[in-house]
């Protein structure tokens, strides 16, 4: 969810209110490791549906009846530091029945290890066990546990993920299992008949009904490449990584999040990766180990009237170039700086965030043809897309040098994407900082998740290996001097 771009998953709910539908908790103080699967394995048996006359009938019991078995329970756990407090020398102990241990200042911080718990949902694609489920319900755990309609209970191991789309792949050992036929998601129309199968709230498996309305959803800040099936069929917490199914029972989505108000529930708009994508995703999961998304390499802009006006557009569809990334595919085409892309590949663009998903859904080294508008006149230009930054770049400080200022900081380099999210200048240099321990000295200096870093003790920083080099020849025990970004305005730090 992008408008809490730094923050994790689970009960999270941002500025726009969108909730990913997870449910978690906390118990305990330890956590097993889950395996690796290896790359290689045979292909799974996937069945592909083709559309007959709709169910009809009195209901859809029979066709619940043949897809509930295929969808299970997730249930996770991880370990994450909270941050407790230890009581100061010399305060009385019986204080804490009236104030616990957060007695005001001077108290030491001290991160503790918690099992996080969480429940989501997940389908199975395959009689060999492959599951599909999303990122969020599995990111970061140590313990992944399946329960089947059967009531067993098997331990799943990650095949691969794919944090863009929000879809994982999972395995199961065992053969025979029951499971669901794939339909063609591009087929979906407004209108149709859905029905939405999980364990909202872990209550239970549970079934509801509703229609598609609407395709193609994006630009909801919920995942960086959406394209979204949205229906009204009731899903909450814990539907996550369950089955959107059609009238006849075939696989069309994965349910991922809601529109939740302030309830936290349903509120008659939810949102499912279409198995079209979800299907992709498991195929170079399976056959490559990680899914490579096309990457142009441009800060695009929806088009205004204004802007369409001042370009000499006729129209406000399409997607303006804002920059183009130096060394990236778009700088090595003839793709310029203002000017508006309309089409790729024959398809319309209507939006920045349309433009997005097409080239982020779209093979690494893939051609794309685009059709774009400049001073007024319509050319078209091939591209050669290149593969998007993959998190590898994401460095943090070395965590076993506890003298280092900076531990317990985690940053990324600085993309047009995230620039856009968190609507900075084009021209903004530096690294975003990802995550910082609330324990960190980092953390009581006020540096915070969002911050924009573009210097360490005036060495200019403008990406993970730049800012690396410029902490590890900190002096110790000095204070390492920060030029921060933040929401458009600079500041210093002292760490």
């Given at each position: 969810?992008?408008?809490e ?24 103080l330890?956590?097993a490791?889950?395996?690796?699967l ?13 559309r ?13 009846k043949?897809?509930?078995?295929a ?5 996770t ?10 009581m ?5 102990p019986?204080?804490?029945q009236f ?57 799943a191991r ?10 994982a792949?999972?395995k ?29 709230f ?12 609407a ?66 995703d ?6 490559h ?6 990457y ?48 790729v590949?024959?398809k ?5 965030s ?20 400049r001073?007024?006149k ?16 994401r460095?943090s ?6 003298d ?18 968190l ?25 915070q998740?969002?911050?924009?870093i ?5 060495q200019?920083?403008t990406n993970?290996?730049d ?12 204070p390492?001097?920060?030029l ?7 500041m210093?730090?002292?760490?």
């Amino acid at each position: 969810m992008r408008s809490e771009f730094f923050k994790g998953r689970g009960w999270l709910s941002t500025a726009s209110l969108v909730t990913v539908l997870g449910v978690t908790g906390f118990y305990g103080l330890r956590a097993a490791t889950t395996g690796s699967l290896p790359f290689g394995n045979p292909a799974p048996t996937i069945k592909m549906a083709s559309r007959s006359e709709a169910a009809g009938g009195r209901g859809y019991s029979l066709v619940v009846k043949r897809v509930v078995p295929a969808v299970v329970n997730i249930s996770t756990s991880k370990v994450v530091k909270q941050t407790a407090f230890e009581m100061p020398q010399g305060v009385d102990p019986s204080l804490r029945q009236f104030f616990g241990d957060g007695l005001g200042q001077g108290l030491n911080q001290q991160p503790q290890e918690q099992n996080e718990k969480a429940l989501g949902s997940g389908v199975i694609v395959s009689p060999e066990g492959y599951i599909l489920t999303n990122n969020h319900v599995v990111d970061g755990a140590k313990d992944i546990t399946v329960t089947l309609h059967d009531k067993r209970e098997m331990k799943a191991r990650v095949v691969g993920t794919d944090p863009r789309t929000d879809i994982a792949v999972l395995k199961i050992d065992g053969s025979n299992f029951p499971s669901l036929m794939l339909a063609d998601s591009s087929k979906v129309e407004i209108g149709d008949i859905v029905l939405a199968i999980g364990d909202p709230f872990g209550v239970g498996q549970t079934v509801t009904a509703g229609i598609v309305s609407a395709t193609g959803r994006s630009g909801l800040g919920i995942e960086p490449l959406e394209d979204f099936i949205q229906t009204d069929a009731p899903i909450n917490p814990g539907n996550s990584g369950g089955a959107l199914v059609d009238d006849e029972g075939h696989l069309v989505g994965i349910n991922t999040a809601i529109l939740s108000g302030n309830s936290g529930g349903s509120q008659g708009i939810g949102f499912a990766v279409p198995i079209n994508m979800a299907r992709h995703d498991m195929e170079e999961i399976l056959a490559h180990g990680k899914v490579a998304h096309g990457y142009l390499g441009i800060l695009p802009q929806d088009v205004t009237p204004a802007l369409a006006k001042a370009f000499n557009s006729s129209e406000t569809n399409g997607a303006l170039v804002g920059e183009v990334t130096p060394n990236s595919p778009a700088a090595h085409s003839d793709l310029k700086q203002g000017d508006i892309i309309v089409a790729v590949n024959g398809k319309p663009v209507t939006d920045a965030s349309q433009l997005r998903s097409t080239i982020g859904m779209m093979d690494a080294n893939a051609t794309a043809m685009l059709k774009v508008m400049r001073n007024g006149k319509m050319q078209e230009m091939s591209v050669t897309l290149g593969e998007f930054p993959s998190k590898e770049e994401r460095a943090s400080v070395d965590s076993a040098n506890s003298d280092n200022s900076l531990q317990g900081v985690t940053v990324e380099n600085l993309t047009p994407e995230t620039t856009q999210e968190l609507k900075l200048p084009a021209t903004t240099q530096g690294v975003v900082v990802d995550k910082v321990s609330p324990a960190s000295h980092a953390a009581d200096a006020g540096l915070q998740a969002g911050d924009v870093i573009q210097q360490v003790n005036h060495q200019s920083v403008t990406n993970v290996k730049d800012y690396n080099q410029a902490v590890s020849s900190s002096k110790k025990d000095e204070p390492v001097l920060l030029l921060v970004d933040r929401n458009g305005n600079t500041m210093f730090l002292a760490v």
